[in-house]
């Protein structure tokens, strides 16, 4: 395996941990404003991801959170406020600065913040790659605008690894930039381009694909946002390639044996003469009331050719509910 572009990653991040580098990442979704919540400034500067991992309907219950690639620290103490419990949240990273990075910037933290303890939050030295986690002992798994780094195999195995850590419907949830226009091969393997997160983009067909061929039984795309634009003035690239920043949750359910459950954010809205429609084969829709179902349950209700069912596009906007 080809080691030289994690190595130029390792070099970027700690510069950036040692450096703080406003707008590295640049996130397009805004900073949780929770009440009695107070981020400090060198956390906010250090938040090196394209979106949001922290979502309250997977915290409930007190789950076990890991987050792997921890940053400046700020989706841990999001992730925290919501636990408040010793050693319930889990920060793995590789790079020895950040972490060291990481923990000044909870002693801040500490300060802003009176119902925060620094030993809600337990950092760990560790490779994405092989997470030195237990098997079936997280309920919460998280990455921001890390996994698109690494290169196809690295990927596989990045996801693997989650995959193993988490319980039984347990939820993975990342954050990344995803790409469908084609990708020049020399920004691929521009090593630094890699590193900040533009040139490693996948089309979001060919990244859930990634998802659900390690196991991923249910895939819920939760939001799609521009983020970048690579121009032929600033990279070595003839036509102007469109990047957007997605963010998705995969959840450890079985395995259907018709394939897995993907939710893109289409809705199904049923307007015949009945009280409702059942496709008996587990789908009721009531009359005019929509139902957010999967593109699978989506292309079957699709191939039924009744005159009465409205199925929409992909929204590519997921907030749950629905059948599947």
Not at 93 to 122: G, H, S
Not at 256 to 261: F, H, L, R, S, T
Not at 276 to 295: R, S, T, W, Y
Request: hydrophobic share 35%.
């Amino acid at each position: 395996m080809q080691q030289d572009y994690l190595d130029t990653t390792k070099n970027v991040y700690k510069e950036a941990a040692e450096n703080p580098q406003v707008g590295l990442c640049c996130t397009t979704t805004p900073v949780w404003q929770l009440p009695g919540l107070s981020i400090p400034n060198k956390m906010l500067e250090m938040n090196y991801g394209c979106g949001s991992t922290v979502n309250p309907r997977d915290l409930v219950n007190n789950p076990k959170v890991l987050y792997v690639g921890v940053g400046g620290g700020m989706e841990l103490l999001q992730f925290s406020y919501f636990s408040r419990q010793i050693g319930n949240i889990i920060g793995v990273d590789v790079v020895d600065e950040m972490l060291q990075a990481c923990k000044e910037n909870f002693v801040d933290a500490e300060k802003q913040n009176p119902w925060f303890r620094n030993e809600f939050i337990k950092l760990v030295k560790g490779d994405a790659l092989n997470l030195p986690i237990e098997n079936n002992c997280i309920d919460v798994a998280a990455q921001n605008c890390l996994f698109n780094i690494f290169k196809h195999e690295d990927l596989k195995k990045a996801l693997q690894e989650m995959y193993r850590v988490l319980k039984p419907r347990g939820r993975l949830v990342l954050s990344d930039p995803v790409c469908d226009d084609e990708m020049p091969e020399n920004l691929k393997q521009d090593e630094r381009l890699r590193a900040l997160c533009l040139s490693g983009s996948v089309p979001l067909k060919e990244y859930i694909k990634l998802i659900t061929d390690v196991g991923f039984g249910t895939v819920e795309i939760r939001a799609k946002r521009p983020y970048r634009i690579l121009d032929p003035v600033n990279y070595d690239t003839d036509e102007l390639i469109f990047i957007e920043s997605v963010e998705v949750c995969a959840i450890k359910d079985p395995m259907p044996a018709d394939g897995p459950c993907v939710f893109t954010g289409k809705t199904a809205i049923y307007y015949g003469q009945e009280d409702f429609f059942d496709d008996e084969k587990g789908h009721m829709i009531l009359h005019n009331q929509p139902l957010a179902v999967c593109d699978k349950t989506a292309g079957n209700l699709k191939a039924l050719n009744t005159n009465d069912i409205f199925i929409s596009e992909s929204t590519f906007f997921y907030d749950g509910g629905g059948c599947c």
